[in-house]
Nanobody, 117 residues
Framework: QVQLVESGGGLVQAGGSLRLSCAAS????????MGWYRQAPGKQRELVAV???????NYGDSVKGRFTISRDNAKNTVYLKMNSLKPEDTAVYYC???????????WGQGTQVTVSS
């Protein structure tokens, strides 16, 4: 069984910053891609950022230039540094990983990020 635990969410004013963390544990042999997605009330879940095991990154258009994704393979942890936060960034942020040799994606329970005006 694989467990993902997100942390670092909270309430912040517009223009502020937060750093999210997602630590994976359990039956993990090798993690392929790690990523962050978000979903606001009444909206579709959207890609925020993904990072490969070698460090290649891809960002959603709405966060490009403001957010930075990184990972620590030794700790099975992925991070999301969020700068210049806007009220439109308010959402539940979900961590996702896929494992080498496993045809299944694992999702965390989500962490709430709220940006006030």
């Amino acid at each position: 069984q694989v467990q993902l635990v997100e942390s670092g969410g909270g309430l912040v004013q517009a223009g502020g910053s937060l750093r999210l963390s997602c630590a994976a544990s359990g039956s993990i042999f090798s993690i392929n891609t790690m990523g962050w997605y978000r979903q606001a009330p009444g909206k579709q879940r959207e890609l925020v950022a993904v990072i490969t095991r070698r460090g290649s990154r891809n960002y959603g258009d709405s966060v490009k230039g403001r957010f930075t994704i990184s990972r620590d393979n030794a700790k099975n942890t992925v991070y999301l540094k969020m700068n210049s936060l806007k009220p439109e960034d308010t959402a539940v942020y979900y961590c996702k990983i896929d494992l080498v040799g496993v045809s299944y994606d694992y999702w965390g329970q989500g962490t709430q990020v709220t940006v006030s005006s």
